[in-house]
């Protein structure tokens, strides 16, 4: 038997007298005719064996010795503080604080995340957080949905599996996404011009983008506030710190995958959706909100506010179902940015910037290696080599190196940021020298 | 308290990380942000300290009973934690060959398998994040299954008033009209309103079971069959699965699809609000429909196979929140077939236990054997003497006690719904019982003073008309 339970026998026994009910069956008493057979399950074990096999299947996954693969998931150094933090279980075990007076912690914490993600995107307001970057993605294009205008205009620079989850969601409120298509691996302004039309209502575009290029998000701002139309941006939070904020291209809401703020790799989840928005749009914002007030004394106090938007009270009238969203990763994203500071974060941002452009230079100083475009990048960028990208992969896998993504036979997309070293970026050149066609 | 801002000092900083050891590279001035963020400036023992001050004004199941109605606050066992911070675990990149993480891949495969079969389904996917993404994933999923077999006009979906919120707005979300029906005061089906609500645009019905008012719905099969024969489908809100697992499943009773939240039935930590999980289970007809991609298992070892041209398409970037799976499957594995039920029968048991205690000093809504959760009302209580649902809740506070759930299910007027969990020890339950009862006769004593609680937190009741009013939800942009 477990020792979750801490029942004996004889106070079941106590129990069941009290209830009136001659054993724990008879709970179930009348509904025997839907009893399930046998299950096929196995039999219970001790918390020693099943440590042991954990470890055993940890330990037939591969952890790479280095890393060059981001395409939505990002290695970044996490300070010791932050797992200390997060490893206290007043937060950890808490159920959303609806009881404002004993949960002042999370939902301080909670106001500073908010406050956190309108720094860095230069949003105005912003909410407790969302499922992941994608979602958070598909979310915000339904913030800035209008009646009797159907179409959104989304970039192909944006990550396919964000695009792929916003079609999912899309589909089935009958909005229609067209893609804007890319020039020399940037959004084409031409392109969006042509397509925009009286049935767009937004547009979005990822920054950087997908392929790792800087995305003239200003220009495209332009565009969208000139057709009258809503701008969504898709932020990666390191670039946020180094490059013109969401707000200042003109964007009404930004969304972003906050895994790098402090989220292990942990096979691709759980990770943090973030948003930041316009003023005017916080009443459309999906999810928890944490706002400032006061108690009958005067005392600062934080609750969950503007719950009037939400499924427990609007039902079918809500914007959006969220309930449990990741309010832990939330948590470790605030630690993380106040432990990295305005600083902090700057020198992550600039050391992968400058880590990928060494890599890039090494690599495409290599015969055969090529950039796919001239565009400049942040911390990713694709390379087109004469060698083809499967070889490429089993090379590095050899020497416990993990490659870019492979986009097609000889397009890989290769990311670096401040945990590779020159050493292992020298490492990875001197493999990929050997790899001939 | 003061917030980290407040704290902040220029030129402080707590990030340790090697000097830049390639060349630096700059970008153009063009496009780089005028103003830095302002993020706080602050030392490691400054973050040490206030995150440290914050935890001590949180309160989680390690820190006392949490009967938190339809939340299930039970014990996430340490054993989860460790396992899930093992390196081989977290330090695994989503988009790595399958051939290097066949661990991982196992664990999904493991943990998908049996859900599958705790649940009666015959396919599952792990990737949504919540219980709400799970619902919306299923409704999706419903839908696609009418569509494809052309029958298109199904748009409506029918909903008891008894139903978590979360039903209506994920079938909502996912293009739905809802039809919403009365239950009986416990929280049952009313027959004869489902069969007046189904018809040829019936899409299906959302069903808890045992409902929110900690009853189990006896007519289940009856209902299966109307939604059933009107062409609808029927969807289990996974919610109250922990009254049930391992002696009935959704499967048997007639369910197609069902959502299970890992964090409430399957111990994996709350987190203050996520992450969960929301795992789909489906009946082989809804299968192709799922997000992909799925593990499989081949002659090579584990692999991930893609969604078919049929899927609903992904509802998350990756595989969904893999290191709250990992508990789970943890946690199943520690409690095996036996454990599985018997933690379901001692959760029905702590329940009745307590209600048998707490009966006629407050009018229950269970008037024999509930399930896991039971609903008392304090509307007599309000009407007598002026104390409400939210008093008592706000003075358990004072007595170190979580508050149950409050003003839900809306079909019971000021009620109090209480849901132990079979991690809680009968002298627990005594305590609870015992103090709730002294809290009885407290308001009764003097129900102004009261209405006062609570006294002992770092702040008394909120004002939260102003902070909706006039919201401030970022720091240093109060208007006044």
């Known amino acids: ?437 | 308290m003061k917030t980290i801002f407040e704290k902040s000092q220029t030129g402080k900083c707590a990030l340790s990380i090697a000097a830049c050891d390639v060349p630096e590279y700059r970008l153009e001035e063009g496009i780089l942000r005028q103003e830095d963020a302002r993020l706080p400036e602050v030392s490691e023992i400054d973050v040490v300290r206030h995150y440290t001050a914050l935890s001590k004004r949180a309160y989680g199941v390690d820190d006392g009973f949490y009967p938190l109605g339809s939340c299930t606050m039970k014990y996430n066992p340490k054993l989860n934690e460790e396992v899930a911070a093992l390196p081989g675990f977290t330090g695994i990149h989503p988009l790595q060959c399958p051939r290097t993480v066949q661990g991982a891949l196992e664990v999904m495969y493991r943990l998908s398998e049996k859900l599958a079969e705790i649940t009666g389904m015959d396919q599952v996917t792990l990737q949504p994040a919540a219980g709400a993404h799970g619902e919306y994933t299923s409704l999706q999923l419903i839908r696609a299954y009418h569509l494809d077999r052309g029958d298109t006009q199904r748009n409506k979906i029918i909903v008891p008033d008894s139903a978590h919120g979360t039903n209506p707005a994920s079938a909502s979300m996912a293009g739905y009209s809802i039809i919403n029906i009365p239950s009986g005061p416990d929280g049952c089906v009313d027959l004869e309103a489902l069969k007046a609500a189904v018809g040829k645009d019936t899409a299906a019905l959302m069903l808890t079971n045992p409902n929110t008012v900690g009853i189990f719905e006896k007519g289940i099969t009856q209902i299966a069959k109307i939604v059933h024969e009107a062409g609808g489908l029927l969807y289990y809100d996974g919610a109250n699965l922990n009254a049930i697992m391992g002696t009935i499943r959704p499967g048997d009773m007639g369910y197609d699809v069902v959502h299970l939240n890992l964090h409430k039935t399957f111990s994996t930590p709350h987190g203050g609000g996520g992450p969960g999980s929301g795992p789909v289970g489906c009946k082989k007809a809804l299968a192709k429909y799922l997000p992909g991609p799925i593990v499989v298992k081949t002659q090579e070892g584990y692999a991930l196979s893609e969604s078919s041209e049929k899927s609903i398409g992904r509802v998350k970037t990756f595989y969904g929140n893999f290191l709250v799976a990992l508990r789970a499957l943890a946690y199943i594995e520690v409690l095996g077939k036996e454990g599985i039920k018997q933690a379901a029968q001692l959760a029905v048991l702590n329940a009745n236990y307590m209600m048998a205690r707490l009966k006629g000093k407050f009018p229950t809504h269970s008037s024999k054997i509930c399930m896991h959760e039971f609903v008392v009302s304090c509307e007599e209580i309000k009407k007598e003497i002026g104390v409400s649902a939210l008093d008592f809740a706000k003075t358990m506070i004072d007595r170190n006690m979580h508050p149950p759930t409050i003003y839900f299910p809306l079909i019971v007027h000021e009620a109090l719904m209480f849901e132990p969990t079979e991690t809680e020890s009968k002298a627990t339950l005594d305590w609870a019982c015992d103090t709730v009862l002294e809290l009885l006769e407290e308001a009764y004593r003097d129900p102004e003073a009261f209405k006062k609680h609570p006294c002992s937190m770092p702040i008394g009741r909120p004002d939260e008309v102003t902070a909706a009013r006039k919201p401030v939800i970022i720091f240093g942009r109060d208007s006044d």
């Open chain 1, 1 to 437: 038997m477990s020792t979750y339970t801490p029942h004996t026998a004889s106070e079941i026994r106590e129990m069941l007298d009290v209830v009136g009910v001659k054993n724990l069956e008879s709970l179930y008493q009348g509904l025997e005719g839907i009893f399930a057979r046998d299950m096929n399950l196995p039999a219970g074990k001790s918390q020693q064996e099943v440590a042991r096999y954990f470890e055993k299947l940890a330990a037939a996954n591969n952890v790479f010795g280095s890393i060059f693969l981001g395409a939505g998931a990002y290695q970044h150094y996490i300070p010791p503080v932050v797992k200390s933090i997060l490893s206290r279980s007043e937060f950890i075990t808490a159920y959303t604080p609806y009881q404002a007076e004993m949960s002042q912690g999370i939902l301080q914490a909670i106001f500073e995340f908010q406050s956190m993600i309108a720094e860095l995107t230069g949003m105005q307001v912003s909410n407790a957080s969302l499922y992941d970057g994608s979602t958070a993605l598909a979310d915000g294009i339904l913030m800035l949905s209008e009646k009797k205008k159907n179409k959104v205009l989304l970039s192909e620079g944006i990550n396919p599996r964000s695009l792929e989850v916003v079609r999912t969601y899309l589909a089935p409120l009958g909005f229609e996404i067209e893609l804007i298509a890319l020039e020399n691996g940037k959004t084409s302004l031409a392109d969006l011009e042509k397509k925009l039309s009286d049935d767009v209502f937004a547009v979005g575009l990822a920054q950087p983008n997908f392929y790792g290029v800087i995305e003239d998000a200003a220009t495209i701002g332009e565009a969208a506030k000139a057709a009258g139309v809503g701008y969504i941006m898709q932020v990666e939070p390191f670039a946020c710190a180094l490059l013109k904020t969401p707000f200042e291209c003109g964007a009404d809401v930004a969304v972003g995958e906050g895994q790098p703020l402090g989220m292990p790799l942990s096979f691709g989840g759980p990770y943090l959706g973030f948003i930041g928005a316009r003023e005017k749009l916080t009443r459309r914002m999906q999810g928890r909100i944490v706002g400032k007030t006061h108690d009958s004394e005067g005392r600062d106090a934080y609750v969950l506010t503007l719950q009037a938007r939400e499924q427990h009270i609007r039902r079918e009238k809500a914007g959006s179902s969220i309930c449990s969203n990741q309010a832990l990763c939330a948590l470790t994203a605030t630690v993380y940015m106040a432990s990295a500071g305005k600083e902090g974060m700057k020198e992550v941002a600039r050391q992968s910037l400058s880590k990928a452009h060494y890599l890039a230079a090494q690599m495409t100083a290599i015969d055969g290696f090529e950039l796919k475009y001239s565009s400049e990048f942040f911390n990713e960028f694709v390379v087109v080599s004469s060698a083809p990208a499967d070889l490429i992969r089993n090379k590095c896998t050899e020497k416990n190196i993990l490659p870019g993504l492979k986009l097609s036979d000889h397009e890989m997309l290769w990311c670096a940021t401040e945990v590779n070293s020159k050493e292992d970026i020298d490492q990875l050149i001197s493999v990929l020298k050997e790899v001939r066609p």
